[in-house]
T-cell receptor, first 113, second 112 residues
Framework: AQSVTQLDSQVPVFEEAPVELRCNYS??????LFWYVQYPNQGLQLLLK??????LVKGINGFEAEFNKSQTSFHLRKPSVHISDTAEYFC???????????FGAGTRLFVKA | DAGVIQSPRHEVTEMGQEVTLRCKPI?????LFWYRQTMMRGLELLIY????????DSGMPEDRFSAKMPNASFSTLKIQPSEPRDSAVYFC??????????FGPGTRLTVL
């Protein structure tokens, strides 16, 4: 069985500051890893994904994430946030042998002016 | 492409009534997923289909819930009878190949 833990339920940050949203997972098999973003009253949108290869993955809107297999982590980072980045961010894991995706509880990023 | 389309966007019904949620996936996508999102339980996978065939329905909470995919361009999630604890936002997502998922805007269901 897999699980996903997002270590922070809320992250307040000032505009133009860097941010890191933390995600740890557990799985006994190989996984694919994802970060999705959800703006108010909308569905989830894929930010980035790790399937294989380079452990540093770049996504949309200037976000990136690093897969660390030894620490079973997939933290999301952005060097300088904007007010428009205010949203909920979900880390997710999928078993490479199937497509049942497990989502974390979400981290609400609040960017202040 | 118009993306994943869900209808209705909002549904308010009374306990005991039948509710049907609808989803039109992105053309060409062979996987379809139904999720439920609540504050208490987060985002839960209910069921997913591959080429219109249900693959895993272990997340369907009770026999009151059923899902169908009669063809590649349409799926329904039905709750009969509905209960107040079914109130949630229900998302449909489709995927080419099952890995990256494209979500619809969701249906907000309120059962009074």
């Amino acid at each position: 069985a897999q699980s996903v833990t997002q270590l922070d339920s809320q992250v307040p940050v000032f505009e133009e500051a860097p941010v890191e949203l933390r995600c740890n997972y557990s799985s006994s098999v190989s996984v694919y890893l994802f970060w999705y973003v959800q703006y108010p009253n909308q569905g989830l949108q894929l930010l980035l994904k790790y399937l294989s290869g380079s452990t540093l993955v770049k996504g949309i809107n200037g976000f990136e994430a690093e897969f660390n297999k030894s620490q079973t982590s997939f933290h999301l980072r952005k060097p300088s946030v904007h007010i428009s980045d205010t949203a909920e961010y979900f880390c997710a894991v999928t078993n490479t042998g199937g497509f049942k995706t497990i989502f974390g509880a979400g981290t609400r990023l609040f960017v202040k002016a | 492409d118009a993306g994943v389309i869900q209808s209705p966007r909002h549904e308010v019904t009374e306990m005991g009534q039948e509710v049907t949620l609808r989803c039109k996936p992105i053309s060409g996508h062979d996987y379809l997923f139904w999720y439920r999102q609540t504050m208490m339980r987060g985002l839960e996978l209910l069921i997913y289909f591959n080429n219109n065939v249900p693959i895993d329905d272990s997340g369907m909470p009770e026999d009151r819930f059923s899902a169908k995919m009669p063809n590649a361009s349409f799926s329904t999630l039905k709750i009969q009878p509905s209960e107040p604890r079914d109130s949630a936002v229900y998302f449909c997502a489709s995927s080419p190949g099952g890995v990256e998922q494209f979500f619809g805007p969701g249906t907000r269901l309120t059962v009074l």
